[in-house]
């Protein structure tokens, strides 16, 4: 008998369900064609129906339970989704409760981002470390903060909104409210506003072009643009690096954990971007430069890594997973809950 979990990963625009065992083995994935513009509720019938038809399917086996990642800002205690950019209509909802209603189980909702911090802690690029901080890099910027093996919640569980750190106090506005956050210079949004910025400035002829060929110019074409040679492209990767190297460069002094992630779509890029994020890592954090890989401590020496993710889009789905598998995960939020009633 194999004991498993089901992991949800509910994105803006999809849904995906996967059983996966308590060694990290995937036993089934399923990928829905759930509209979430159709609305919560059609939503979460979806949802509760493809669970369902994976709990049956593995019925002779274990149910740990079920771990359900959304975008946004999560209120652990309540299981309330509060806010979230890419989930209209769900503010202030219960989401939580609507599923363990509907499905007469007990349900552990996370942050996707924090979920993908966990999958990659448990079997992606950090498998080996018990300590590890991730930076989604995608629509927006997420981020994760793992401390030995699981997630850092803060009293909420809303902490670890990395993307939101400042870079440049003056910077563009971000959609926290705030300016000159991260994801203004990281996210894909954040590049394809950089490259409109460019083309419209002048800088950029061809980007101009690529842009006027493409109706779907996206952060990937001006990427494929870097690789090519293109100027213009190229500075706009190096300044996804900056910011990148200076909100690195702070984790890894606040933390001095061994591990720092970084996933998501735009992480495919990590050429363009990488090489001038370690330098502005290696300028601003002196903590690093005291562990840094090729400096010259001896081999033994314990080492700050800076690395790619390994699971890419599927961390989420094996880190919801993961959460029913630890000790305590769902006490410590009802705890959490009773103690503040
Ligand atoms: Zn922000």
Known sequence: MTAFAVGVDLGGTNLRIAAVDDSG?????LTTGTQVAKGRDHVIDEMTAAIRELSTKFKQDTLLGIGIGVPGIIDMETGMLRESPNLPGWHDYPVRDEIEKRLGTRVILENDANAAALGEQWLGAARDYENMCMLTLGTGVGGGIVMHGRVWHGFKGMAAELGHITVDPNGPACGCGSRGCVEQFASATAVVRMAKEAIAGGRAPELAHAQ??????????????????DRAAQEIYQKVGWALG??????????????????????????????????????????????????????????????????????????????PMLPNEQKEHRGARLRNA
């Not at 083995?25 to 994935?29: G, P």
């Not at 006027?212 to 040679?229: C, L």
């Not at 779509?265 to 562990?291: H, I, N, Q």
């Open 246 to 323: 200076i909100v690195v460069a702070d984790l890894v002094n606040v933390f001095n954990m061994p591990m720092y992630v970084i996933g998501g779509g735009v992480a495919s890029a990590w050429d363009a971007f990488a090489p001038a994020m370690l330098k502005e890592v290696a300028a601003r954090s002196f903590v690093y430069a005291a562990t840094t890989p090729d400096g010259h401590q001896p081999p033994s020496s314990k080492k700050t890594i800076i690395t790619r993710a390994l699971l890419s889009g599927d961390a989420g789905l094996y880190g919801t997973a993961r959460l």
């Open 25 to 29: 083995r995937l036993m089934e994935k």
């Open 212 to 229: 006027s060929e493409n109706p779907e110019f996206g952060s990937k074409i001006v990427y494929q643009m870097a690789v090519q040679g």
